[in-house]
T-cell receptor
Framework: SQQGEEDPQALSIQEGENATMNCSYKTSINNLQWYRQNSGRGLVHLIL?????REKHSGRLRVTLDTSKKSSSLLITASRAADTASYFCATDEETGAQKLVFGQGTRLTINP | GAVVSQHPSRVICKSGTSVKIECRSL??????MFWYRQFPKQSLMLMAT?????????EQGVEKDKFLINHASLTLSTLTVTSAHPEDSSFYICSARDQLMGPLHFGNGTRLTVT
């Protein structure tokens, strides 16, 4: 079952602006991960944040995690046209099942 | 980095036939692989967890006799869609981890069209 809810479902911004996507989840987790998917392709892992971490950076990406609110955000700074894709959060639950549960995704469009 | 290869990328078949999709971990061993299904503009739905040397674990609502999974080696899992129907048309994606609780590495997916 899907437990991640992402917001917004779609986001369209101008190149150079920052893009923020949010994700909420319902159960206790080991970690939360963000993925990117270009149309018709597989997913590419972007960043993983563990449950005991609050913020993580990777290049132009910044991820925050608030376990008390069961939410996370992904910020892409200085967006580029090539950032156009769908972005998904995924939670690694504490059940030990090792499976990831994906959110509904945010479709990001960067306009040149 | 860890690479997962999925084949074929596209397949068109007629109703009633079976289709096999292969998922290979190219540079690591995967005791567990995951099969997802994705409808257009929607999220990924986990279908089953493929376990090397044992039976797959299917998610609720997924017919195990319809979607046969075989994980005969540490680098290969296959998904066979049996007696395919048009409603089985979808994008199927496999994935695997090269480290416990690490990120998933995805294949490029298979676009299945059943006519």
């Amino acid at each position: 079952s899907q437990q991640g809810e992402e917001d917004p479902q779609a986001l369209s911004i101008q190149e150079g602006e920052n893009a923020t996507m949010n994700c909420s989840y319902k159960t206790s987790i080991n970690n939360l991960q963000w993925y990117r998917q270009n149309s018709g392709r597989g997913l590419v892992h972007l960043i993983l944040i563990r449950s005991n971490e609050r913020e993580k950076h990777s290049g132009r990406l910044r991820v925050t995690l608030d376990t008390s609110k069961k939410s996370s955000s992904l910020l892409i700074t200085a967006s580029r046209a090539a950032d156009t894709a769908s972005y998904f959060c995924a939670t690694d639950e504490e059940t030990g099942a090792q499976k990831l549960v994906f959110g509904q995704g945010t479709r990001l469009t960067i306009n040149p | 980095g860890a690479v997962v290869s999925q084949h074929p990328s596209r397949v068109i078949c007629k109703s009633g036939t079976s289709v096999k999709i292969e998922c290979r971990s190219l540079d690591f061993q995967a005791t567990t692989m995951f099969w997802y299904r994705q409808f257009p503009k929607q999220s990924l739905m986990l279908m089953a967890t493929s376990n090397e040397g044992s039976k797959a674990t299917y998610e609720q609502g997924v017919e195990k006799d319809k979607f046969l999974i075989n994980h005969a080696s540490l680098t290969l899992s296959t998904l066979t869609v049996t007696s395919a129907h048009p409603e089985d048309s979808s994008f199927y994606i496999c994935s695997a981890r090269d480290q416990l609780m690490g990120p998933l590495h995805f294949g490029n997916g298979t676009r299945l069209t059943v006519t």
